[in-house]
């Protein structure tokens, strides 16, 4: 895929979306960190639904450390994972206070030492939260990555760095986004919406879903438009 192309397929997504963000709720770097962690293998349907249970009750380092591993469990117990995400996040919250001034930081390498945090969390954070040009890639983005040839690779880093090095300056800020959303509600695993897509006829998937056919009985014309002050024909089974 060339350089213009690419610029198209971000601009008309740009275009229908101009401003995008995350679909988790959150109002602090802390929360977006707390509900990143919880979002691993889970939606972000479940995990807001889970963060409106704790926020109220615990939304700062210190506050869910005096929660307890026990408490914290409790009210996040409708996540898959639950509890290794709460020992995560229970350790997570000890280093915050003790390194960090109970501060999300805005590092790669200190993120990626809190526990449960990877490469993918961390570029969620660095992006949302600070507002840096990272592409955090998940399964979504490597399948449209893939799918469409906007950057292929065989792993998610691989894919991240030709993300970042192939999709245009004016872009990068919001495209980890638009590329998301885009294969969460468009691009689809099991049956792509193509004939729906804003980008299809720039995408370069060799097997992209055909029209779905008109339904045969809505498509039967026998003749011409009926009289509507004459009563129906009775239609033989």
Not at 42 to 63: C, E, I, S
Not at 174 to 194: E, Q, S
Not at 197 to 222: F, G, H, V, W
Request: hydrophobic share 40%.
């Amino acid at each position: 895929m060339n350089r213009d192309k690419r610029g198209e397929i971000f601009g008309r997504l740009q275009a229908a979306n101009p401003r995008p963000t995350t679909e988790l709720v959150y109002r602090s770097p802390f929360e977006l960190l707390i509900a990143v962690i919880l979002s691993a293998q889970a939606t972000d349907k479940g995990v807001n639904q889970a963060t409106a249970r704790l926020f109220p009750l615990a939304n700062t380092p210190a506050a869910i450390l005096a929660l307890g591993e026990a408490g914290l469990r409790e009210q996040i117990r409708t996540i898959g994972l639950f509890n290794s995400k709460a020992k995560h996040i229970i350790r997570t919250c000890a280093i915050l206070l003790d390194r960090h001034g109970g501060e999300v930081p805005r590092d790669r390498a200190a993120l990626e030492a809190l526990p449960g945090v990877g490469r993918k969390t961390a570029n969620v954070i660095l992006n949302t939260a600070f507002g840096e040009p990272t592409v955090a890639v998940d399964t979504h983005i490597f399948r449209v990555a893939n799918r469409t040839r906007l950057a292929t690779g065989k792993t998610p880093l691989a894919v991240e760095q030709r993300l970042a090095r192939l999709i245009p300056r004016e872009f990068l800020q919001d495209a980890h986004h638009w590329l998301i959303l885009h294969g969460r509600y468009v691009c689809t695993a099991r049956r792509p919406r193509c004939p729906e897509c804003l980008i299809a006829d720039l995408c370069e998937c060799p097997a992209k879903t055909p029209p779905s056919a008109p339904d045969p009985a809505s498509a039967r014309q026998t003749g011409p438009a009926a009289d509507p002050d004459q009563p129906a024909t009775p239609r033989r089974e």
